[in-house]
């Protein structure tokens, strides 16, 4: 049974601080990695997907990846109270294209 | 262009009835896919169409028929649904190859009574 497990949190933080998010998988052949963020009551909107080893920025936000140790991160810089979500995990299995979700973590930005 | 639609955006229907759900994108995608997604839980995936063809069903009940009439277009036809079944319903749509990163419609809010 393939996984991906994330802290279900909430992890709060105050405005203006990194908040970090990390997930972890155990299917080896995994390539492709994504980083969702929920809204209650809304659906999954897709903030960042990486499926190179190393970091991908795009604005305020930095995925990390590393193979080696089956662990995906998500970086938010300077937090803002917006931020406030439920932050899904979802890893691409090896072959086809279906998606294993973790159980998502919930941030809380404080102001 | 990163949309994908869904109609309606919430609905309340009997045990008998029958409704369907519909799902549109134009960003050219060859797969699209249907997930339930219960309070507080990640999406759960109900069917997959690559190609207009049904490539992945998770066993899910009979009294959901999902239908591709065309790359745009999925339908979830609904019939003599539980209350259980009430969920917010999910499309999604993406490439077939590259990173076949998924984007997500509103969602369709259902309520069985």
């Known amino acids: 049974q393939k996984e991906v497990e994330q802290n279900s949190g909430p992890l709060s933080v105050p405005e203006g601080a990194i908040a970090s998010l990390n997930c972890t998988y155990s299917?080896?052949?995994?390539?492709?990695f994504f980083w969702y963020r929920q809204y209650s009551g809304k659906s999954p909107e897709l903030i960042m997907f990486?499926?190179?080893?190393g970091d991908k920025e795009d604005g305020r936000f930095t995925a990390q990846l590393n193979k080696a140790s089956q662990y995906v991160s998500l970086l938010i810089r300077d937090s803002q109270p917006s931020d406030s979500a439920t932050y899904l995990c979802?890893?691409?299995?090896?072959?086809?294209?279906?998606?294993?979700f973790g159980a998502g973590t919930i941030l809380r930005v404080k102001s | 262009d990163t949309e994908v639609t869904q109609t309606p955006k919430h609905l309340v229907m009997g045990m008998t009835n029958k409704k369907s759900l519909k799902c549109e994108q134009h960003?050219?995608?060859?797969?699209m896919y249907w997930y339930k997604q219960k309070a507080k839980k990640p999406p759960e995936l109900m069917f997959v169409?690559?190609?207009?063809?049904?490539?992945i069903n998770e066993s899910v009940p009979s009294r959901f028929s999902p239908e591709c009439p065309n790359s745009s277009l999925l339908n979830l036809h609904l019939h003599a649904l539980q209350p259980e079944d009430s969920a917010l319903y999910l499309c999604?749509?993406?490439?077939?190859?590259?990173?076949?990163?998924?984007?997500f419609g509103p969602g369709t809010r259902l309520t069985v009574t």
């Open positions: 999604a749509s993406s490439p077939i190859g590259g990173s076949y990163e998924q984007y």
């Open positions: 299917d080896r052949g995994s390539q492709s």
């Open positions: 990486i499926y190179s080893n």
């Open positions: 979802a890893v691409k299995e090896e072959y086809g294209n279906k998606l294993v």
């Open positions: 960003m050219g995608h060859r797969a």
């Open positions: 169409y690559s190609y207009e063809k049904l490539s």
